[in-house]
Structures are given as structure tokens and as C-alpha cells.
């Protein structure tokens, strides 16, 4: 799996409107991070293509699809529901409000500017996944359909709103926003050395939630009786997912069915063991998103589609796939 | 050794058990009778020490469960719960090492003890056949021996129990309740265990608790508490005991057939 992701990052880097070859990336990577000094045998563009267009690009989609993934991973554990995504529960579209809100506060022209929209995005986040969630439960479950009742209602919301605050500001944050709601990553490295920490945090913490998910897929009254501290669980695997899914659309903007589809591919092949479900949607995930974006990149040349689109083509017939799965009840 | 005393439990205003008290031994079985919505499972559900309760106590070897913490108090008293269809797509073992949730470390990795207390909770309830089938394709019998062996696995001295055959038929019902029993002589488990039907009841119980509307109505020997007067007051509905022609265990069925 780690193999596949170096193969699909290098792929990623090597693609575009000049086509660079692998080995090239690799003697030019060497160059710059293994401190070896080889001798300059490729065009000084594809070098700066490579370091300040293409590898930043190809680090944010990755980390974006592996926050995606592991976060829905997450959410569907503890929600008990095969169908929760961060785009479906609309947590993405309330990161969305967060990040835009803080965006037309104030219009990162510095590194700080960057940091602090990734805080919108998380408020945006938790607020929306507590709304969805009381709305949702009943009898202290979240069927299916509530889920996804309440996450289209508060997630449309979140999107009007969102598009209120857009048309208020400037041109240069108009286009901005645009690409984020289209679901394009940002460009250039401050985003990503500004997604970097969050989401270490984030994704390593969801990683070593597993066990707990795995106990609440009992019911909550017997995890509370196989010794789980219930309330204090829940509360933090809420706010760490959201920070990861907040993280992932500040930088990336609204990408949806990428956290719903790579959990199930998983739970197909290896199980639904949430301590490794969990490290393996990160993995997964990036691939994913680097296929995605590679795609994305590649249907209409030399323009590029957001990402969020193919996402959506590949994603909304899989939705659909395991909508009639889940009647069957494969997998809970 | 389970311990409780006094214990009021009230959902809003409304009082479901009323100061009830009893005493579990070790290698015991308590039998909780009574009506439909006598307070049966809340007495269950309390004793497991998640429900808030208004006064009382409930101790394990003196232990006040109040004071623990959801990880102490795990180990020192377990639940199986009602039978029911269980889904999922975990195996057999996966779900009985989420018993071991109160040993794990924090990443949540099993160690050699944890492993060693699965297989033996396996083979104590003779799933060991089925360790790697997932729990979803199982009889209702089965499942109800996986619940079991995941309470087992919680190593603890008290095991409560509600309801347990509920579902299940005479050849399943029988063979749980066996186990159930060995189980408490062998490992000087204290039983406390929810049931409907009277008759499983006197031939395995030791103690039997008459719970009515949240009172505890009458505790004792089964041919103590399982007498056609008690039982037809408590019920509502006339009943005949008689005694069990080879073991003398009383016999209880529907009287007055007119």
C-alpha cells in the first residue's frame, strides 16, 4: 500500500502540461533532500516546475485524500452508519462556512493569515456535526436516513450562506472561494506547511481511536459496560475528525465521496477492524485522491477540472451501490 | 461477592425499584423474576453500575461501583445482554477481545495475557470452531454464547446476565443455562440473572428474587419464593406448582382451566 502511494505521488509529479519522466523527479528529489549532488542533466524548468508548482500540489492532494478518508472511516464508526462521509453529513460544506468566514475576515497575504483559516474551518465543522447529529438521533441511534436527511438540510444551509458571504467580498477572494467550493486544492507550498501540523494531529490521533470504535459498534450501553468512557470518547473522536475534515477543505476546499468510498473498499478487503481500518483509509485515501486528481487533470488538457468533480462522478454511484448494500445490513 | 443495598432507581419522577436489597455469593445464581416491567432489566442495568441511581449501593467485594472508573468497574462486573440479532462483519474473536477493553493498553493492542483470556473464554463456551466466522452469519444460540464468552473475557466476579434465553429454543436455552451454571461453580462467578420463564428458572437457580413493581416482593430458596401462592399474586393469574417427579424442583404452570 505504501508502494502504491509512492508510485501514484510520482505519477502525479511527472504529470501535467510538460510531461516529466520519473527518473528525472527522482535524481532532481535526490538533489534537493538526500544532500547528494548530481550532475545537472534536466532542463532548469523542469526543476522549477517540479519544487514550486508540481510536488506542493501533488503533498496537498495526498494529505487531503488520507484527512478525507480517515475522517469518514471515523465518522461512519461513530455514527454506526455505513453512509456517513464528511461531505454527506454536510461537516464539509460547515468547514466550507468556517473557512470563508475567516477568509473574508482576513485574506491571507501572510503564513498567519493561512494558519488561521483552517480554525474557521474547524469551528465551521464542530458545529455542524453537533447539529447533525441531535437532529439525526432518535432513541439514541442515527438511522440512516435521518443522517443523511439532516446533513443535506444543514450542509445546504452552510452552502448558501456560504455563497451570501461570497458575494459580499472582493473579486480576488470571489475566485478564491470559487476554486474552494469546486473543490481544487490550493497551489504553492504555504498550505501545505500550513495543513501540515493540523493534520499530523489529527490523523495520528484518529489512528489510535480504533479500539474505541470498534467497542461502540455495540451500542453505547454495553461499550459503557466493556469499560469505555463513552461520553469522553465520543467528544473526542468528534473533535479530532473534524479537525481533520476542517483541515482538508481550508486547503483543498469541498471534495466529497472520497471519505465514504475508500473506508468501504478497506472494510471489503481486510475487515472492519477500526485499528487498522483507520491507518489504511490514510494510506488509501491518498492514492485515491492523487488517481482523482490525475484524472482530473488529464480529461480536459491542458485545463484541469476540479477534483471535487471526479470525485463526485466516481462517488455518487458507489453511494448508491452501498445504499442497497446497507438494506441488506452487510456491513453493521 | 455482589452486594445491593437499599437501591432506588427513578427515570424522571417515576420510581422504577423501590429500595430493593440482595446479596450475590460467589458460584451462585440469582434468578430475577417477575412481571413485565417489574424494574427486572433496570435492576440489571443498575447493577452494571451505568445507570444514575437515586439512592443506595451497589459493591462488589466492598467495592462501591460508584466509585470506579468505566475501566475498574469493567473488571469487576460484566453484562451479557438480551439476546438479540446481532450484525457486523466482526469475527467471533474480534468481538469477544472487546471484553478485554478494560486491560488494553492505550493504542489499544492486545498482549499474551488478553489472547490467553480469549481462547480460554472460547473454549470455555465452546466457540472455539467458530473464533474466525464472522459473528453476523451465526445461529441466535451461538451469538448468545459469543455475548457470553465476551463477558468472560472480562475476567470479573460478578457476571449479570438479562434475560440471556430470550429467542433461543428449549435445546439452546438449556445448554446456555448448563453453562452458565458451571460456569459460576468453576470460576466462583456471582450470578445475577434476569428470566421469564419459571420453570428454567427452578431447575437452575439457586436464590430467586420476586421483583413487583419496582418491589422486591420475595427472595429465597426457589421452592421458597416459586409457590402457587406468590407466584399467582404476583402475576396476576392463577397458577399450580407442584413438584418435579424426579428432581422435586417445583413445577409451575397455568391453573384454574376452566
Redesign the interface.
Known amino acids: 500500500m505504501a508502494l502504491l502511494l509512492i508510485a501514484a505521488f510520482v505519477a502525479s509529479v511527472a504529470l501535467g502540461a510538460v510531461f516529466i519522466p520519473p527518473g528525472t523527479i527522482l535524481r532532481i528529489l535526490l538533489n534537493h533532500l538526500g544532500g547528494i549532488h548530481l550532475l545537472q542533466d534536466w532542463p532548469a524548468s523542469s526543476e522549477a516546475i517540479i519544487l514550486a508548482v508540481r510536488l506542493p500540489h501533488a503533498v496537498l492532494v495526498a494529505l487531503t485524500g488520507a484527512a478525507l478518508a480517515s475522517s469518514g472511516a471515523a465518522y461512519q464508526g461513530l455514527f454506526r452508519n455505513p453512509l456517513a462521509d464528511p461531505y454527506l453529513i454536510g461537516v464539509a460544506s460547515g468547514a466550507g462556512l468556517g473557512a470563508v468566514f475567516a477568509m473574508s475576515l482576513n485574506w491571507p497575504s501572510t503564513l498567519l493569515g493561512f494558519y488561521l483559516i483552517p480554525v474557521g474551518a474547524f469551528f465551521g465543522a464542530i458545529m455542524t456535526v453537533i447539529l447533525v447529529y441531535n437532529l439525526a438521533r432518535v432513541n439514541g441511534l442515527v438511522p440512516l436516513t435521518t443522517l443523511i436527511l439532516a446533513g443535506v438540510a444543514v450542509g445546504s444551509f452552510a452552502s448558501a450562506l456560504t455563497s451570501y458571504l461570497m458575494l459580499r467580498t472582493d473579486l480576488q477572494l470571489h475566485r478564491a472561494i470559487s476554486f474552494l467550493l469546486g473543490g481544487s486544492p490550493m497551489s504553492g507550498w504555504e498550505p501545505v506547511i500550513a495543513a501540515l501540523p493540523y493534520m499530523i494531529v489529527g490523523m495520528g490521533l484518529l489512528s489510535i481511536s480504533g479500539h474505541t470504535l470498534n467497542v461502540l459498534q455495540f451500542g453505547e450501553e454495553e461499550a459503557r459496560q466493556m469499560g469505555l468512557h463513552v461520553d469522553r470518547a465520543k467528544v473526542f473522536v468528534i473533535l479530532v475528525a473534524s479537525l481533520t475534515t476542517a483541515v482538508a477543505v481550508a486547503f483543498s476546499g469541498v471534495i466529497g465521496f472520497i471519505g465514504l468510498i475508500v473506508p468501504h473498499i478497506i472494510r471489503i478487503l481486510w475487515g472492519p477492524d477500526y485499528r487498522r481500518l483507520i491507518p489504511l483509509s490514510i494510506l488509501t485515501g491518498g492514492i485515491a485522491l492523487l488517481l482523482a486528481d490525475m484524472l482530473a487533470r488529464i480529461l480536459l488538457a491542458p485545463s484541469s477540472l476540479p477534483v471535487g468533480i471526479v470525485t463526485a462522478m466516481a462517488g455518487a454511484p458507489f453511494f448508491l451501490w452501498i445504499l442497497r448494500q446497507a438494506k441488506r445490513e452487510v456491513f453493521w | 461477592m455482589l452486594t445491593i443495598t437499599s437501591l432506588t432507581v427513578a427515570y424522571c419522577d417515576r420510581i422504577v425499584l423501590k429500595k430493593v436489597s440482595l446479596e450475590v455469593m460467589p458460584g451462585r445464581i440469582m434468578a430475577l423474576i417477575g412481571p413485565n416491567g417489574a424494574g427486572k432489566s433496570t435492576l440489571i442495568?443498575a447493577a452494571?453500575g451505568?445507570l444514575p441511581i437515586h439512592s443506595g449501593k451497589i459493591c462488589v467485594g466492598g467495592r462501591d461501583l460508584a466509585d470506579c472508573?468505566?475501566?475498574?468497574?469493567?473488571?469487576i462486573?460484566?453484562?451479557v445482554?438480551q439476546a438479540r440479532q446481532l450484525?457486523?462483519?466482526?469475527?467471533v474473536e474480534?468481538?469477544v477481545m472487546?471484553?478485554r477493553?478494560?486491560y488494553?493498553n492505550?493504542?489499544?493492542?492486545e498482549g499474551e495475557a488478553d489472547k490467553a483470556a480469549v481462547r480460554s473464554a472460547l473454549r470455555r463456551t465452546g466457540l472455539e470452531k467458530f473464533a474466525e466466522r464472522p459473528i453476523?452469519k451465526l445461529s441466535g444460540g451461538e451469538q448468545q454464547r459469543v455475548l457470553l464468552a465476551?463477558a468472560l473475557a472480562?475476567e470479573t466476579p460478578v457476571l449479570l446476565l438479562d434475560e440471556p434465553t430470550n429467542h433461543l429454543d428449549l435445546q439452546h436455552q438449556t445448554n446456555l443455562l448448563s453453562l452458565v451454571r458451571n460456569l459460576a461453580q468453576q470460576q466462583h462467578i456471582a450470578v445475577l440473572m434476569a428470566m421469564h420463564d419459571l420453570n428454567l428458572v427452578a431447575h437452575f437457580a439457586d436464590k430467586v428474587a420476586l421483583l413487583v413493581s419496582g418491589d422486591l416482593m420475595s427472595m429465597g430458596l426457589p421452592q421458597e419464593v416459586l409457590c402457587a401462592e406468590l407466584i399467582s399474586k404476583a402475576y396476576e393469574t392463577p397458577v399450580e406448582v407442584v413438584p418435579h417427579p424426579l428432581t422435586g424442583a417445583p413445577l409451575i404452570f397455568p391453573g384454574n382451566r376452566s
Open positions: 442495568r452494571s451505568i472508573l468505566p475501566g475498574e468497574r469493567a473488571k462486573v460484566a453484562v445482554p450484525g457486523g462483519a466482526f469475527s474480534q468481538a472487546m471484553g477493553t478494560p488494553l492505550w493504542l489499544g493492542r453476523a465476551r472480562q
